[in-house]
Every structure is written in C-alpha cells, then in structure tokens.
C-alpha cells in the first residue's frame, strides 16, 4: 500500500507542475566559470553570465519543463583554482556543464576533468586548437573560436598583402604557444618567414623590452599572440615606440570589440582581425546586444559573450530530447548529432572532434572619421565559408576521428 500511494503522490506532483524530476535533483545547473577580475573580464566574465540568462531565457526553459539554475566563479586565470572549482561544482554542486573558461591552461584542465567525472564542458572562452586536436574528448565541445581560425584568417591575410616576415610576442602558456604554431605554420605555408619570438609573462605591464626586441628584428609583422589586457598594452606601448610610424605592421592574432573600445579608433584603426561574431554585423545581433546590455549597459558584446549564447542553447536543446541531464557523453553526443541554429550563428554543425563549425569575417578596424556612432568599430574585409575558417577534421590529430 506504501508503494501504491507514492506512486499515485508522484504522479499528481508531475501533473500539477513542470517534470523537473526527469533531471539531476529536478534542476540542470550550469556553471559559467571565468575571468571576472582581470585581463579577460571585458571580453567574457559578468557579460558571459549575462549572455547565460538570455539563453536560458530565450529557449524557454521554465516553460518545457526544465529548471536551470546558473552559477559562477572567477578562476583568477590559475589552472589549479580552475581544477579546484570544477572539481567541487562536479562533485558537490551537482554541476551539469561547465561553459566559458578563457584561458586554455584552466580549459585543457576543467576538459580532463569534465571527460574523468563524465559531464559536459562548452569550451567558448579558450582558443587554443588541441581542444579539438590531440586532447579532444567526448565530453567538451569547442565554441565560437580557436587558434587555427585566427591563424588562417589574420595570419593568412597579412602575409597575403606582403607581410612575409615575422616576429612573435607570445603569451608564456597554452594559449600563446598554441596561437604561434598555428600562425607561425600559416606564414611559412604561404612563403613567409618567422625572424624571432619571445614569451612574455601573461598580464603584463611593461612591455617596452619585449618591443625592443621585435622592433630590432626588422620583421615586416609583429604578431601578438596575446590577448585582452596584454593585447591592449602592447599595442599602445607599440604605438608610443612609433613601431607602425617605423615600418613595421602590428598583428593582432585575438582581437575583441572590448579591446578597440579600450584603445579607442585612434589608436586602433586599420588593425586586421578575424572573429566568427559582430554586434553590428546585423539587426538580429544589434537587438540582442540591446537585450544584453540592460546588464551591461555601456558596453559591447564580443563574440565570447554570443558564443556563451549560441552553446547553452544548443546544450538546453540536448538534454530536453534526452531528458537526462547526467551523462555528459550522452548529451555531447546528442549536440551533436543535433544541427545547430540560434538567432546570433545561425545554422551550423558540431563535428566528430567536437568543434563548432560556422563562418567567420575578416574585419578591419575602422579610422575614426569612418564611424557613426559608438561601437562602430569594424568594416568587413571577407567572409570566410565554414568549410575553410576551421581545421579539417582530419588534420588534428583528434583521438576521436578516424580514418
């Protein structure tokens, strides 16, 4: 008789209410971990929660019977504080799916960790192209960017227009290292040469002897591979040596709108850069950044933010065909046999290596005189197809491709 009157107890609760029991303890939870407080805020942090709740928003979540709750962190960009919060959201806060994570030392991390305890990993804030090459797994999805995009977009485009030597100043962890082999590969690919390189510590000020450096090379193109905050001084230190006024091109291999807001049309105009997102590239993009904004207000989205976006809608898609939430593997599986389409990419496809496939735009910043109003930062140089901004699937090494 016991069992009986649960069953009946249960079955009024589903039919007065939404069947959050279907899920892991009735709720999915999704865990933005970030950068909130240092060289990658702009370019993810608060705007990557706020992009989180219009996704949530958005797919109708409430409405279909799935309660989300989303949470957050700061790695401080240190793996170990990385590993730590991941490790505790998975274990004691029945995380679901970790999303954002801009550094690719914490990402390389948080995707061993997410594939060991067997839930889901949106990789949308690091960019180094191992994710889905030799360290892909079945349980991490590569999002919006990656280092071989920007090298085969930027990289190709420079030394195209006679910029066949180069010198690097690289971030000193994954992400640098990983965004100079990439570049490095395209420039001597199509004839160029790489003169010299030297790391730099990541957040760093001063950047003068590390200019010095470059500047003595006599390389047509200094390539920074860097990015956020280190992007942003070393670009204003160049522009005090008077590098560009000196001959020389600067390169931004990972350049965010965030980034030409913070050094202004002046200093910025004509950089060439490559992105897979634009604000301003359409009215359906110019309406969600004013959604966004109502968090944000001043500032400006950059493609990290639509990426955040773009994945949890996808992901949210996912689990309600498979209505289960706690296998990750399952769920990376069904996104993506699932055919990606959000309002910000449109249509695309998740590979067999678990990167995110959708066009990408060659963008050229605009002189001060060129813009209208504010964040009209870009002019569009091309359009890369789908087929061609990303790797081939079967160039990467991936453990999961065969063949």
Request: with cysteine; net charge neutral; charged share 20%.
């Given at each position: 008789?016991?069992?009986?009157?649960?069953?009946?107890?249960?079955?009024?609760?589903?039919?007065?209410?939404?069947?959050?029991?279907?899920?892991?303890?009735?709720?999915?939870?999704?865990?933005?971990?970030?950068?909130?407080?240092?060289?990658?805020?702009?370019?993810?942090?608060?705007?990557s929660v706020a992009a989180a709740k219009l996704a949530v928003a958005d797919f109708g979540a409430e409405a279909k019977g799935i309660?989300?709750?989303?949470?957050?962190?700061?790695h401080q960009n240190k793996p170990d504080l990385g590993s730590s919060i991941a490790n505790g959201w998975f274990d004691k806060d029945k995380v679901d799916v970790i999303v954002d994570v801009p550094n690719s030392g914490v990402a390389l991390a948080v995707s061993e960790i997410a594939r060991q305890k067997n839930k889901v990993f949106l990789a949308v804030g690091p960019a180094t192209?191992?994710?889905?090459?030799?360290?892909?797994?079945?349980?991490?999805?590569?999002?919006?960017?990656?280092?071989?995009?920007?090298?085969?977009?930027?990289?190709?485009?420079?030394?195209?227009?006679?910029?066949?030597?180069?010198?690097f100043l690289t971030a000193d962890y994954a992400f640098g290292y990983a965004l100079e082999r990439d570049t490095?590969?395209?420039?001597?690919?199509?004839?160029?040469?790489?003169?010299?390189?030297?790391?730099?510590?990541?957040n760093t000020n001063d950047f003068s002897s590390f200019l010095l450096q470059a500047q003595a090379s006599k390389a047509k193109v200094?390539?920074?591979?860097?990015?956020?905050?280190?992007?942003?001084?070393?670009?204003?230190q160049a522009s005090e040596f008077g590098i560009v006024e000196g001959g020389q091109s600067i390169a931004g291999l990972l350049v965010f709108v965030a980034d030409v807001a913070a050094l202004g049309l002046p200093t910025a105009q004509g950089l060439v850069l490559t992105e897979t997102w634009y604000w301003d590239l359409n009215e359906n993009n110019r309406t969600w950044t004013k959604r966004w904004q109502v968090e944000?207000?001043?500032?400006?989205?950059?493609m990290l933010h639509a990426g955040v976006y773009s994945a949890i809608i996808h992901y949210l898609k996912a689990v309600e065909g498979l209505k289960v939430d706690r296998e990750g593997k399952a769920v990376v599986a069904t996104m993506k046999e699932l055919p990606t389409d959000d309002r910000l990419f449109g249509k695309g496809v998740v590979r067999a290596d678990g990167r995110k496939?959708?066009?990408?735009?060659?963008?050229?910043?605009?002189?001060?005189?060129?813009?209208?109003?504010?964040?009209?930062?870009?002019?569009?140089?091309a359009t890369i197809p789908a087929a061609e901004a990303f790797r081939p699937l079967k160039e990467g090494g991936c453990p999961l491709v065969s063949g």
């Amino acid at each position: 008789m016991k069992t009986i009157r649960s069953l009946i107890l249960t079955a009024l609760a589903l039919a007065s209410g939404p069947a959050y029991a279907q899920y892991t303890d009735g709720v999915v939870k999704i865990g933005v971990l970030t950068d909130m407080s240092s060289l990658y805020a702009d370019n993810t942090g608060p705007g990557s929660v706020a992009a989180a709740k219009l996704a949530v928003a958005d797919f109708g979540a409430e409405a279909k019977g799935i309660k989300v709750e989303i949470i957050s962190a700061d790695h401080q960009n240190k793996p170990d504080l990385g590993s730590s919060i991941a490790n505790g959201w998975f274990d004691k806060d029945k995380v679901d799916v970790i999303v954002d994570v801009p550094n690719s030392g914490v990402a390389l991390a948080v995707s061993e960790i997410a594939r060991q305890k067997n839930k889901v990993f949106l990789a949308v804030g690091p960019a180094t192209s191992d994710l889905t090459g030799p360290k892909c797994n079945a349980n991490t999805i590569h999002w919006t960017y990656d280092t071989w995009m920007l090298a085969n977009g930027t990289g190709k485009a420079m030394v195209k227009t006679g910029g066949d030597t180069w010198f690097f100043l690289t971030a000193d962890y994954a992400f640098g290292y990983a965004l100079e082999r990439d570049t490095a590969a395209v420039v001597e690919a199509n004839g160029g040469k790489v003169l010299g390189k030297v790391r730099v510590p990541l957040n760093t000020n001063d950047f003068s002897s590390f200019l010095l450096q470059a500047q003595a090379s006599k390389a047509k193109v200094i390539g920074l591979a860097n990015a956020g905050g280190d992007f942003i001084n070393s670009v204003k230190q160049a522009s005090e040596f008077g590098i560009v006024e000196g001959g020389q091109s600067i390169a931004g291999l990972l350049v965010f709108v965030a980034d030409v807001a913070a050094l202004g049309l002046p200093t910025a105009q004509g950089l060439v850069l490559t992105e897979t997102w634009y604000w301003d590239l359409n009215e359906n993009n110019r309406t969600w950044t004013k959604r966004w904004q109502v968090e944000r207000p001043g500032k400006f989205p950059t493609m990290l933010h639509a990426g955040v976006y773009s994945a949890i809608i996808h992901y949210l898609k996912a689990v309600e065909g498979l209505k289960v939430d706690r296998e990750g593997k399952a769920v990376v599986a069904t996104m993506k046999e699932l055919p990606t389409d959000d309002r910000l990419f449109g249509k695309g496809v998740v590979r067999a290596d678990g990167r995110k496939i959708q066009d990408a735009y060659l963008f050229e910043v605009k002189k001060p005189a060129e813009s209208k109003y504010p964040g009209d930062f870009y002019k569009t140089r091309a359009t890369i197809p789908a087929a061609e901004a990303f790797r081939p699937l079967k160039e990467g090494g991936c453990p999961l491709v065969s063949g």
